[in-house]
């Protein structure tokens, strides 16, 4: 194939690749009309799962893997806790759907170009701590905006800590066993792209 065919081709695909980041984009933007413009509660708008949107969507932009990888650990753990919230509560919209199913599935396949990478829950788990404590700051203390369990306790948990501080380590302890654990699952299913070894040419005599 010519070289100036395989570039450019090369070039098309990258093009392609970067504008698929329109999606999450969409979706946080999505997001920001329903809580900002319409529920007016615009603090719902820092969970993590439509922050790792925005993050998904700068990554993809920007072609940088390891914030697409910071994002896809955060919208899968995100996908089962809002699927447990949504049955314990019934409150589901349309938006809400597109942007966690969507929000994983552009996940999965920028995953699936740019492999999972070993250490990547480090950066996922710093991610997350500094964005609870900037909700922690940005927030009230109320049921509705404990967002990111930045205040006190999610739901049941309350009963079972008898501070805040502790709920913060085991909470934490147990994001840290969950990302080390996604993290497991995409080495298995997107490992690191390995370079095949070339195999020196010797000259005949």
């Known amino acids: 194939m010519n070289s100036s065919v395989f570039a450019s081709e090369t070039s098309w695909r990258a093009r392609r690749f970067r504008l698929l980041g329109l999606l999450p984009l969409l979706f946080f933007l999505a997001r920001v009309i329903e809580y900002v413009i319409i529920a007016k509660t615009p603090e719902q708008i820092l969970w993590s ?18 914030l697409i990888r910071l994002a896809a650990f955060w919208q899968l753990i995100g996908l089962p806790l809002w699927a447990m919230d949504m049955a314990l509560t019934g409150l589901v919209t349309t938006v809400s759907v597109f942007s966690h199913l969507g929000g994983v599935a552009v996940s999965l396949y920028a995953l699936r170009q740019v492999r999972a990478a070993r250490g990547s829950w480090v950066p996922a788990l710093v991610f997350f701590l500094v964005l609870q404590q900037l909700t922690r700051w940005l927030t009230a203390p109320t049921p509705y905006s404990n967002v990111n369990v930045a205040h006190f306790a999610y739901g049941p948990w309350q009963h079972w800590f008898v501070s805040y501080g502790s709920y913060w380590l085991a909470n934490t302890a147990l994001a840290i066993v969950s990302l080390w654990l996604i993290e497991f699952i995409l080495l298995c299913v997107f490992p690191p792209a390995t370079t095949p070894k070339t195999t020196p040419v010797t000259k005949s005599l």
């Open 49 to 66: 799962c439509h922050i790792s949107n925005l993050l998904l969507a700068v990554g993809l932009f920007a072609a940088q893997p390891w």
